[in-house]
């Protein structure tokens, strides 16, 4: 082949850092944000926290930046340049409109052409709650261990034994069960060479601390399995018939329960049918992690980002102020900067570029983190415009929703809408649920309309929830029922949506 010259005309978005990092903080979830923060706090000094309440402050460094655009608009910059391959590579195929932008001189001054005065928190809220934080409840809670070691104190164990207890106590896992076996522990205990003498001892010894472990509150905690656990529960009740078949299930046919065969079940135990289901009652009632009520409640907090308020006959959507982030710029270390002149000699000047680039690097990052809230704030609004009858009626009104007539709406990328949706929760009248609940696929009808995948759903835990206890609906039944409703749902598709809601099986809802 012979060489030869030619011309070929392209384009390829070329993402500043700025936009880089506006992309990256739109995706992270509340906590994640609050990470990334203190990280930002530590690094950057033009950075620090608001504790006067008063949000995100951009006069300083909005000011600053005005005065030097002119002169020196390209030396902050420079710092942050990278290659227009790498950072097509790191763009991942996304265009400018993903975050709602045109132009790509909106993004180099760090927001849009509206013009934004910060996010400040209302005046209700600037009282003495302000820097409660909800997580910091768990900071006092008692965790399972000190509440064994506790009761331990009471207890008048040798110190030997006391020992093997606590040893015990830090070998259970968040539920209360051993997280090893005893023969597990007693060979960490012991050298490899121990003899069968010194094993038989320690082992003897930790039968004896687990029998103490066991008697401790809570009941059943220190169980090897579920099996034992239960027992351990049903031993501390009353002598009764139906306790004595319910030991006996637990202890060899929990299995049989769960699939609720009655005529085994008595066959096995020789009880009769009422006998069996005071038996079933009784172990209903018992805690199969107990240690549940000691696990750490921020794993079950969610704290919502966006809260929707009736306003007349709308609803409208306002920003939880609690999650809100209190940043500003340090106005000492940015008029100290903007009086002092670049001073002369090559190591001065890029000492002064480069905290010249982390002022800019703090404005960029506070600017992002509103743009980023406003982001939230816009597609959670348009959401709740689409599903205004979810908040009247609840989730049987939802209405058929996806990405793209969000992302039309607003005009921005689909990508976008996706980032939004996902981590991040919306406090409503009949709960918190994330962005992405309020989206779902369509299903016909036969007046030809559409029917929303969430309703749908909906109508299913309805027909369970009045369902026979003794004639539980199988999937069947439930797709014929929804298409005398007009919705036309296969059973495979009805299956998919009961698991979806973990909803057992009919024969396993069967009540004995």
């Excluded at 082992?203 to 029998?211: E, N």
């Excluded at 990405?403 to 980032?419: C, K, N, P, Q, V």
């Excluded at 969430?454 to 539980?472: H, N």
């Amino acid at each position: 082949m012979k060489p030869s010259l030619q011309f070929r005309l392209s384009q390829h978005l070329a993402l500043t850092p700025q936009l880089q990092q506006s992309i990256r903080l739109l995706q992270l979830s509340t906590l994640e944000l609050h990470q990334e923060i203190e990280q930002m706090l530590e690094q950057n000094p033009f950075l620090e926290p608001d504790d006067d309440g008063g949000g995100l402050d951009l006069a300083a460094a909005t000011e600053y930046e005005r005065q030097r655009n002119d002169s020196s608009a390209g030396e902050s910059e420079a710092a942050f340049k990278e290659s227009p391959e790498s950072s097509e590579a790191e763009s991942g195929g996304l265009d400018s409109a993903e975050l709602g932008t045109t132009e790509r001189d909106d993004w180099e001054n760090g927001t849009e052409r509206d013009d934004f005065d910060g996010i400040r928190e209302t005046p209700s809220r600037q009282n003495d709650d302000d820097d409660f934080d909800p997580l910091e409840r768990n900071s006092v809670a008692v965790s399972l261990q000190d509440h064994l070691r506790e009761q331990l104190r009471g207890t008048r164990l040798s110190e030997a034994d006391m020992a093997v207890v606590e040893m015990l106590i830090e070998s259970l896992n968040e539920d209360g069960y051993l997280a090893d076996s005893l023969e597990d522990i007693a060979a960490s205990l012991l050298p490899e060479d121990a003899d069968e003498e010194s094993r038989e001892e320690v082992l003897s010894r930790l039968r004896c601390g687990l029998s103490w472990l066991q008697n401790l509150e809570p009941v059943g905690v220190g169980a090897a399995n579920l099996s034992e656990c239960l027992v351990l529960q049903l031993k501390t009740m009353t002598p009764c018939p139906e306790r004595e078949v319910a030991i006996q299930i637990c202890q060899h046919h929990l299995e049989l329960l769960a699939r609720r065969d009655v005529k085994k079940l008595m066959a096995v135990t020789g009880a009769d049918e009422e006998l069996l289901k005071y038996a079933q009652g009784l172990i209903v009632t018992l805690e199969p992690k107990p240690g549940r009520q000691f696990s750490p409640a921020e794993s079950n907090i969610i704290v919502p980002d966006v809260i929707v308020q009736k306003s007349g006959r709308s609803w409208k959507v306002v920003l939880n102020q609690d999650v809100m982030p209190k940043l500003r710029i340090n106005d000492l270390y940015a008029q100290a900067l903007r009086q002092s002149r670049a001073p002369r000699g090559a190591s001065a000047s890029e000492g002064h570029a480069a905290m010249s680039s982390r002022l800019q690097e703090a404005r960029w990052f506070v600017k992002n983190i509103q743009q980023r809230f406003d982001t939230i704030l816009r597609v959670s609004q348009a959401i709740v415009d689409r599903q205004k009858n979810f908040f009247t009626h609840g989730e049987i009104a939802m209405k058929p929703l996806v990405l793209r007539e969000i992302a039309d709406e607003l005009g921005l990328h689909e990508s976008t809408i996706s980032r939004v949706t996902t981590a991040k929760y919306m406090s409503t009248p009949f709960g918190t649920f994330e962005l992405k609940y309020f989206f779902g696929s369509s299903l016909n009808t036969e007046t030809g309309g559409n029917a929303s995948s969430t309703a749908v759903r909906a109508l299913i835990k309805q027909l369970v929830s009045a369902e026979d206890p003794k004639k539980p609906l199988s999937d069947s039944q439930l797709s014929q029922m929804l298409e005398e409703q007009g919705i036309q749902v296969a059973r495979r598709t009805v299956a998919k949506y009961r698991e979806a809601l973990k909803i057992a099986p009919a024969n396993l809802r069967k009540a004995l």
